[in-house]
């Protein structure tokens, strides 16, 4: 209750009020003290005038004598003495020389304490100043027991004329005057506490309700606008404060929409990104960087996070040196390989406030450098093992061999396969190298796929027959035309149905399946193989990848006959995909848009 009440007296509109208040009671009790001071000096200058003028009227000689002044005193038949003896004023009339009282109308006087009342005289500065100069001239009040009076002095010839003017002549008028200056102050007073609080409430009125708003939009509520009652500086407060409320809900609202941007780009965006104060507190981490280190809550700091993936960098390095270049990492997760990005974010002024780390998946990266590796590794190899054939059955024949008939044409056959053997590879190389760079020039027509299938299985026949394959042909509804090169087409059928043979053991089954689903045709080449690992299924797109090296190369595979059907399908805009199961067989499907 006593804070509330400080509260309360400590407000504006309280304080104007108590200011309003003050300074009307200054200016009441300075209006008393000035009417308090100047009224009885307003009393003695018409008493003093009163005085002058009766004595200028007064039937009197000008050097009269005790008698004559006794006798005009004694007698009053001068009108004009009524003024100057009365009531409340009194005459004492003193001889100069001798100081003796020749008359006095002042009750207070006798003639038991003349010396008394002589003395009191004699210390009045008017009658001092009436003997030095003729008259009076001092207007404070003389004091003399309980009694309070002015008095004045006048000299007439051999005498000293001294009057008394009794303070309560006046004094009660002065009562009143005061009573009535009070009553007047005590209105003044209540008057001024009515009308300062409904003018501090005209000023403190929209000051608080600016307040209020104010209060509302902080607590995020921006439609706050105040009505405009006066066109003075309230009015224009209160317009600036709708502007100011307007603006700041404009540049929230923007602020807003940015920080939802950035919210949305951090949140989808599939780069990690991870950020630090300089505190190394975390401040954000997105969902990317979870999933690329595989954890469901970032509860790490900057130094656990750099020693737990050691990445050799400390939150003091951006505290303590000057300057701070960028640094990069590599990091492994399980099968990941992950790079981080180090960099600083700064204020205004360029100081640091903390640090990002942005994680980037290089995994598809890396494979592809492993895969780049292992293929000029697979390339050289296979180079190498023809290369070296030709090479030693050339020596030996350069050393005598052609003599021998028999050897000489053993070895010129192997020379011959072998060189076969080299110009497939480079042949399928130079083809991987025009589909990879699109400088592969295609025929594209309307081919009937129907009967492009069967012509490849007439073609491989004579061959099934040989191993006693039996191969079948089975053709599911109507089968669209296709838009396609025939001769690449041709060339990928040709090549899963002789790797279907190749991988199907003697007296084995081939079976073709041609039909249409939806908007696509496909094929489907099954056999009863020896089938691919499960391990090796997502890879046997790879170039020169084979499951078994040494018996792919002996059937004179280069290992890139699935990799340029792959690239084939891929530039008709189909798919191709592979079902084993090992031991029992493969299963490869093709499916290709028909025409529109």
Same mark, same amino acid.
């Not at 506490?193 to 501090?200: H, K, P, R």
């Not at 004179?556 to 399908?569: P, S, Y």
């Given at each position: 209750?006593?804070?509330?009440?400080?509260?309360?007296?400590?407000?504006?509109?309280?304080?104007?009020?108590?200011?309003?208040?003050?300074?009307?009671?200054?200016?009441?009790?300075?209006?008393?003290?000035?009417?308090?001071?100047?009224?009885?000096?307003?009393?003695y200058?018409?008493?003093?005038?009163?005085?002058?003028?009766?004595?200028?009227?007064?039937?009197?000689?000008?050097?009269?004598?005790r008698?004559?002044?006794?006798?005009?005193l004694k007698?009053?038949?001068?009108?004009?003495?009524?003024?100057?003896?009365?009531?409340?004023?009194?005459l004492?009339?003193?001889?100069?020389?001798?100081?003796?009282?020749?008359?006095?109308?002042? $009750?207070?006087?006798?003639?038991?304490? !003349?010396?008394?009342?002589?003395?009191?005289?004699?210390?009045?500065?008017n009658?001092?100043?009436?003997?030095?100069?003729?008259?009076?001239?001092?207007?404070?009040?003389?004091r003399?027991?309980?009694?309070?009076?002015?008095?004045?002095?006048?000299?007439?010839?051999?005498?000293?004329?001294?009057?008394?003017?009794d303070r309560?002549?006046w =004094?009660?008028?002065?009562?009143?005057?005061?009573?009535?200056?009070?009553?007047?102050?005590?209105?003044?007073?209540?008057?001024?506490?009515?009308?300062?609080?409904?003018?501090?409430?005209?000023?403190?009125?929209?000051?608080?309700?600016?307040?209020?708003?104010?209060?509302?939009i902080?607590?995020?509520?921006?439609? =706050?606008?105040?009505?405009?009652k006066?066109? +003075?500086e309230?009015?224009?407060?209160?317009k600036?404060?709708?502007?100011m409320?307007?603006?700041?809900?404009?540049t929230?609202?923007?602020?807003?929409?940015?920080k939802n941007?950035?919210?949305?780009?951090?949140?989808?965006?599939?780069?990690?990104?991870?950020?630090?104060?300089?505190?190394?507190?975390?401040?954000?981490?997105?969902?990317?960087?979870?999933?690329?280190l595989e954890?469901?809550?970032?509860?790490l700091?900057?130094?656990?996070?750099?020693r737990?993936?050691?990445?050799?960098?400390?939150?003091?390095?951006?505290?303590?040196l000057?300057?701070?270049?960028?640094?990069?990492?590599?990091?492994?997760?399980?099968?990941?390989?992950?790079?981080?990005?180090?960099?600083?974010f700064?204020?205004?002024?360029?100081?640091?406030?903390?640090?990002?780390?942005?994680?980037?998946d290089?995994?598809e990266?890396?494979?592809? +450098?492993?895969?780049?590796?292992?293929?000029v590794?697979?390339?050289?190899?296979?180079?190498?093992t023809?290369?070296?054939?030709?090479k $030693?059955?050339?020596?030996?024949?350069?050393?005598g061999?052609?003599?021998?008939?028999?050897?000489?044409?053993?070895?010129?056959?192997?020379?011959?396969?072998e060189?076969?053997?080299?110009?497939?590879?480079?042949? +399928?190389?130079? =083809?991987?190298?025009r589909?990879?760079?699109?400088?592969?020039?295609w025929?594209?027509?309307?081919?009937?796929?129907?009967?492009?299938?069967?012509k490849?299985?007439?073609?491989? !026949?004579?061959?099934? $027959?040989?191993?006693?394959?039996?191969?079948?042909?089975?053709?599911?509804?109507?089968?669209?035309?296709? =838009?396609?090169?025939?001769?690449?087409?041709?060339?990928?059928i040709?090549?899963?149905?002789?790797?279907?043979?190749?991988?199907?053991?003697?007296?084995?089954?081939?079976?073709?399946?041609?039909?249409?689903?939806?908007?696509?045709?496909?094929?489907?080449?099954?056999?009863?193989?020896?089938?691919?690992?499960?391990?090796?299924? $997502?890879?046997?797109? !790879?170039?020169?990848?084979?499951?078994d090296?040494?018996?792919?190369?002996e059937?004179?595979?280069?290992?890139?006959?699935?990799?340029?059907?792959?690239?084939?399908?891929?530039?008709?805009?189909?798919?191709?995909?592979?079902?084993? !199961?090992?031991?029992?067989?493969?299963?490869?499907?093709?499916?290709?848009?028909?025409?529109?």
């Amino acid at each position: 209750m006593f804070l509330r009440s400080m509260q309360f007296i400590r407000s504006l509109q309280w304080r104007l009020v108590l200011i309003f208040v003050l300074f009307t009671m200054a200016l009441m009790l300075a209006t008393i003290a000035i009417l308090n001071y100047y009224i009885p000096i307003f009393y003695y200058e018409t008493f003093k005038n009163g005085v002058e003028n009766a004595f200028n009227r007064w039937n009197i000689s000008e050097n009269p004598t005790r008698e004559e002044i006794y006798s005009s005193l004694k007698n009053r038949n001068d009108a004009t003495l009524v003024f100057m003896v009365s009531e409340f004023k009194t005459l004492t009339v003193i001889r100069k020389n001798t100081n003796n009282i020749v008359f006095s109308s002042d $009750s207070s006087y006798s003639t038991d304490n !003349e010396d008394q009342f002589l003395n009191e005289i004699l210390k009045s500065s008017n009658y001092l100043s009436a003997l030095a100069r003729g008259m009076g001239s001092d207007d404070s009040i003389v004091r003399s027991g309980d009694q309070r009076y002015f008095d004045y002095a006048r000299e007439i010839g051999d005498f000293i004329l001294y009057f008394r003017a009794d303070r309560s002549e006046w =004094q009660d008028a002065l009562g009143e005057i005061n009573e009535i200056i009070w009553l007047i102050f005590l209105i003044a007073v209540a008057l001024s506490l009515v009308l300062g609080f409904l003018l501090s409430k005209t000023i403190t009125g929209p000051i608080v309700d600016v307040m209020n708003k104010a209060r509302k939009i902080a607590s995020g509520d921006f439609g =706050q606008v105040l009505e405009v009652k006066s066109e +003075d500086e309230i009015g224009k407060l209160t317009k600036s404060f709708n502007f100011m409320s307007r603006e700041l809900k404009k540049t929230l609202n923007e602020i807003s929409s940015e920080k939802n941007k950035i919210e949305t780009i951090l949140n989808y965006m599939t780069d990690g990104v991870v950020a630090f104060n300089l505190k190394g507190e975390l401040i954000h981490a997105n969902p990317a960087s979870k999933r690329m280190l595989e954890i469901e809550e970032f509860g790490l700091d900057f130094n656990e996070f750099s020693r737990m993936y050691d990445l050799g960098v400390a939150i003091e390095e951006i505290l303590y040196l000057e300057v701070f270049s960028t640094k990069e990492a590599n990091i492994s997760v399980k099968d990941k390989f992950i790079k981080v990005y180090f960099a600083l974010f700064t204020d205004e002024t360029k100081n640091a406030e903390g640090i990002i780390a942005v994680l980037h998946d290089i995994t598809e990266q890396h494979k592809l +450098d492993n895969m780049r590796r292992e293929f000029v590794a697979n390339v050289s190899h296979e180079l190498r093992t023809p290369l070296t054939s030709i090479k $030693s059955y050339s020596e030996t024949l350069l050393d005598g061999a052609l003599d021998d008939r028999e050897a000489s044409e053993r070895f010129l056959n192997v020379i011959n396969t072998e060189a076969d053997r080299m110009t497939r590879l480079v042949k +399928d190389l130079l =083809q991987l190298t025009r589909l990879d760079n699109q400088q592969m020039q295609w025929n594209m027509e309307r081919v009937c796929f129907e009967t492009l299938v069967k012509k490849c299985i007439e073609k491989v !026949e004579l061959s099934a $027959s040989e191993k006693e394959q039996k191969l079948e042909c089975f053709v599911i509804g109507e089968i669209p035309e296709i =838009q396609a090169d025939r001769d690449r087409m041709e060339q990928v059928i040709l090549n899963i149905l002789t790797n279907a043979m190749k991988y199907t053991p003697e007296k084995g089954r081939i079976t073709v399946y041609i039909g249409k689903i939806y908007s696509e045709v496909y094929v489907k080449v099954s056999d009863s193989g020896i089938g691919i690992p499960q391990e090796d299924l $997502s890879r046997i797109f !790879e170039r020169f990848y084979r499951t078994d090296k040494a018996r792919s190369r002996e059937m004179g595979g280069t290992g890139l006959g699935l990799a340029i059907a792959k690239e084939i399908i891929e530039a008709h805009k189909g798919s191709i995909s592979v079902t084993s !199961e090992l031991g029992k067989g493969t299963e490869v499907t093709v499916k290709l848009p028909v025409c529109n």
